[in-house]
């Protein structure tokens, strides 16, 4: 469920130190129905391709094990990579923006 009250500063800071233990990256996310790579998607760990740094994440359905091109599940893999360099961008954009209020309205 989304929450509709202001990320306090204790949230925040936590969602970076979450971003801060996970591994550097940057992620890509290699889907088997776009790149046709003889498997299963993953995401890359690491910037170096003949480094063995991967992720495989499979979608039950109905009971059974979703093997090979997924819509759905490349999608949530694309997501999974992207939040690996998203996340730090959003983080700073926050604190800048919440900078820029402060000098504006400094008596908040």
Do not use: C
């Not at 925040?12 to 992620?27: D, F, H, K, Q």
């Not at 490349?74 to 800048?96: K, S, V």
């Amino acid at each position: 469920m989304e929450s509709v009250e202001p990320l306090s500063k204790e949230e925040l800071s936590a969602i970076e130190r979450r971003v801060a233990a996970a591994s550097p990256g940057p992620w890509v996310g290699w889907m088997e129905s776009r790149h046709g790579i003889g498997g299963t998607s993953f995401i890359q760990l690491s910037a170096d391709a003949d480094e063995d740094d991967e992720i495989y994440l499979t979608r039950v359905t109905g009971g059974r094990e979703v093997i090979g091109a997924d819509a759905q599940t490349d999608a949530d893999i694309e997501f999974i990579a992207g939040a690996r360099q998203d996340m730090p961008r959003l983080i700073n954009e926050i604190r800048r923006l919440r900078a820029a209020l402060k000098r504006a309205h400094p008596a908040d």
